[in-house]
């Protein structure tokens, strides 16, 4: 069974860096286009970044852009988000998720999700 597993949230002040991975299992998602999405309290899953299976092209949310940076380590069956600069607004659940059908920013087209880690930014 195909499973996503995110870890590497936590607790970081303002201006602060984490790095979130995401580990595949069951499955080899080399062929898949790869999201990062987040869930702040109360509000909707917003798409933060998304890198195509060969990790050639990227694409970021306006929010994030300049700021976090989507790779992948095929051989690892694994995507990293690299956060840097984090403000307390990107405070929220963060998952990632696969999809078969390129790169989107659509959650709708993602076949596969993980079940998120929290990151919590404080000012």
């Known amino acids: 069974q195909a499973q996503l597993v995110e870890s590497g949230g936590g607790l970081v002040q303002a201006g602060g860096s984490l790095r979130l991975s995401c580990a595949a299992s069951g499955r080899t998602f080399s062929s898949y286009a790869m999201g990062w999405f987040r869930q702040a309290p109360g509000k909707e899953r917003e798409f933060a970044a998304t890198?195509?299976?060969?990790?050639?092209?990227?694409y970021y949310a306006d929010s994030v852009k300049g700021r976090f940076t989507i790779s992948r380590d095929n051989a690892k069956n694994t995507v990293f988000l690299q956060m840097n600069s984090l403000k307390p607004e990107d405070t929220a659940v963060y998952y990632c998720?696969?999809?078969?059908?390129?790169?989107?920013?659509?959650?709708?087209?993602?076949?596969?999700w993980g079940q998120g880690t929290q990151v919590t930014v404080s000012s």
């Open positions: 998720a696969a999809s078969s059908r390129g790169t989107t920013t659509w959650p709708g087209w993602y076949d596969h």
């Open positions: 890198i195509n299976w060969s990790g050639a092209n990227t």
